[in-house]
C-alpha cells in the first residue's frame, strides 16, 4: 500500500476498480482525511501490545492506520462486497485480520479468544452509522470482553446524548446505560468534508473509557435500567408521573410516592435533573415494591 487509503482519489479509484457503489441502506460514508484518521489512532493511546476491533472498516482507510501501529488488528465487515478489497488490501500485513461478518451476531468473546493473546490490551475503533449505534456500543458494552477504551465516530446528536451530564437536554437513559460502564467524552468534531460521500449530519469522536467496576452498585441490575427508562418515559412528565404510569400499577402510587421521600428525591423531580448514583438510590428503594 503505496498510497494512503483515505484521500479523494485513492477512495475513487478503489471503488471504481472494484465496480462498487456505496449502499445508503448501511450508511456507508468513507472517510478521506488523513488528518481525522491520524487524531483517532492517537486517541486509541495505542501501546506496543495494542489488539485493535475495527467495526466497519470499509475499504479500510482506518484500518490502515492502525496496522501501523497496533500489535493485531482484527476489522469486522458486514458488506460482503469488501471483504475483498479488505483482503487484497492488507494482504501482506500478517497481523490484520479481516472477518466478513455483522458485529451484531458476533461472538465477541470467540473472536477475542481466537485472535488476541491472553491479557492483550484490547480495545475498539469503529466509524458507525446512526442508526445501528446504539445497539453496537451496548453489545460492546455487554460483552464481558476486557476492553480499555472505544473509539467511536457517531454522528454529533448521538454522541451529546452519549456523553451529557445530569441537567443536560440531551441527557437521558442512553447517557446512563453507557456511562454506567464507562467515563463518556466527545473529544473531537468531525467536518462533513472528511467523508465519501458527505453525510447529511454532522459528525463527531465518542471515547469511552471502560470502568473496571460499574460506576454504581445495585443489587438488581436489569430493575435498575428499568427504572430508568420508566423515568423517562415521557421527558416532560415528573418522575412520580412516569413510574406509576409507566412501571408501577395505580394501586402502588401511595407506596411510590413514601418510598421517593424516603430514598431523599423530591417526587416533582424530572428524570434528566437525577444523577446515576440517584437513580440507583431510586431503583434500590422501589426494589421490593417491584418484587411483591
Known amino acids: 500500500m503505496t498510497k494512503s487509503i483515505a484521500t479523494p482519489y485513492r477512495t475513487k479509484a478503489l471503488l471504481q476498480k472494484h465496480g462498487l457503489s456505496l449502499k445508503k441502506s448501511l450508511g ?10 491520524r487524531n483517532l489512532v492517537e486517541l486509541l493511546e495505542l501501546s506496543e501490545n495494542a489488539g485493535v476491533i475495527e467495526i466497519g472498516p470499509g475499504i479500510g482507510a482506518l484500518t490502515e492506520s492502525l496496522a501501523e501501529k ?3 488488528v482484527v476489522a469486522v465487515e458486514i458488506d460482503g462486497r469488501l471483504v475483498p478489497v479488505l483482503r487484497e488490501a492488507f494482504a501482506d500485513c500478517r497481523h490484520v485480520k479481516i472477518i466478513h461478518a455483522d458485529v451484531l451476531e458476533l461472538d465477541l468473546q470467540e473472536v477475542a479468544e481466537a485472535e488476541f493473546s491472553p491479557g492483550q490490551d484490547l480495545m475498539v475503533a469503529a466509524n458507525l452509522p446512526y442508526y445501528i449505534t446504539t445497539p453496537i456500543l451496548l453489545k460492546l458494552l455487554h460483552s464481558g ?3 480499555r477504551s472505544i473509539i467511536v465516530m457517531v454522528q454529533k446528536e448521538v454522541a451529546d446524548r452519549i456523553a451529557a451530564q445530569p441537567g443536560h437536554k440531551a441527557y437521558g437513559s442512553l447517557s446512563i446505560a453507557v456511562q454506567y460502564y464507562a467515563e463518556a467524552e466527545t473529544v473531537m468534531q468531525v467536518p462533513k468534508s472528511a467523508f465519501l460521500p458527505n453525510p447529511n449530519v454532522d459528525s463527531a469522536v465518542l471515547r469511552l473509557r471502560i470502568r473496571s467496576n460499574p460506576v454504581v452498585h445495585v443489587n438488581d441490575e436489569p430493575f435498575f435500567f428499568e427504572v430508568v427508562r420508566a423515568s423517562f418515559g415521557q421527558r416532560r412528565k415528573t418522575l412520580f408521573n412516569n413510574l406509576t404510569h409507566n412501571l408501577f400499577p395505580r394501586e ?7 418510598l421517593l421521600n424516603s430514598a431523599d428525591i423530591e417526587p416533582g423531580r424530572r428524570a434528566e435533573t437525577l444523577s446515576i448514583a440517584e437513580f440507583a438510590r431510586l431503583s ?3 426494589l421490593e415494591l417491584h418484587r411483591q
Do not use: G, H, P, T
Open 70 to 72: 497496533a500489535r493485531k
Open 252 to 258: 402502588q402510587k401511595e407506596a411510590v410516592r413514601s
Open 28 to 37: 456507508q460514508n468513507f472517510l478521506i482525511d488523513a488528518n481525522v484518521l
Open 284 to 286: 434500590e428503594a422501589l
Open 145 to 147: 470482553l476486557s476492553l
